[in-house]
């Protein structure tokens, strides 16, 4: 796509099972999918997609991922080399970010997830390994709202600062 959403561009309520979204890009930001709607994304392989600007793999305003896999996706300018949200709440579970990048030409960060939601988000059952960005927090950035985090795995990943989780409650 010249503009966003490589893949799917999602402006009502979208949910994704079952599936594979994979090999898309996008200039602006969404590589495999742009959402402004309702997004949910159930037992789905995110693979191999790029972005030139946030959201390699997925850019939301407020998503639901359950059982999933983000592998390989890149986010050239800013964040979200796997997932960018920027809208209300993110809920996570079950689901495993491996090798995602962030700010591959710039100095973005979240190397697999950047969250900029003033909404409280859940991270539950989550793996997020081997990640990295250009910029904060190789795993995890997320600005402002609360973050829970429970039984989940962040490792080997690399960043700026934060290698793991970067948080800024007020940038």
């Known amino acids: 796509s010249a503009t966003s959403g490589g893949g799917i561009d999602n402006a009502?309520?979208?949910?994704?099972?079952?599936?594979t979204i994979r090999n898309n890009h996008a200039q602006g930001s969404g590589g495999g999918i742009h959402s402004t709607g309702s997004l949910t994304l159930e037992e789905s392989l995110i693979r191999w997609n790029s972005?030139?600007?946030?959201?390699?793999?997925?850019?939301?305003?407020?998503?639901?991922?359950?059982?999933?896999?983000?592998?390989?996706n890149?986010?050239?300018?800013?964040?979200?080399?796997?997932l960018a949200?920027?809208?209300?709440?993110?809920?996570?579970?079950?689901?495993?970010?491996?090798?995602n990048a962030a700010g591959t030409t710039g100095s973005g960060g979240g190397g697999a997830i950047s969250n900029y939601s003033e909404?409280?988000?859940?991270?539950?059952?989550?793996t997020i390994?081997?990640?990295?960005?250009?910029?904060?927090?190789?795993?995890i950035a997320t600005i402002r709202g609360d973050l829970l985090m429970a039984?989940?795995?962040?490792?080997?990943?690399?960043g700026w600062k934060g290698g793991g989780i970067v948080y800024f409650e007020n940038p």
């Open 119 to 126: 909404a409280s988000s859940v991270i539950a059952n989550t």
């Open 74 to 82: 890149t986010a050239g300018q800013s964040g979200g080399g796997a």
């Open 129 to 139: 390994v081997e990640n990295s960005a250009n910029g904060d927090g190789g795993g």
């Open 85 to 99: 949200n920027e809208g209300p709440a993110m809920r996570l579970s079950g689901s495993t970010f491996v090798r």
């Open 12 to 19: 009502g309520v979208l949910t994704i099972r079952h599936s």
């Open 51 to 72: 972005a030139g600007n946030s959201g390699g793999g997925a850019y939301a305003h407020g998503v639901t991922v359950r059982g999933s896999t983000f592998a390989g």
């Open 151 to 158: 039984n989940s795995t962040i490792t080997n990943n690399s």
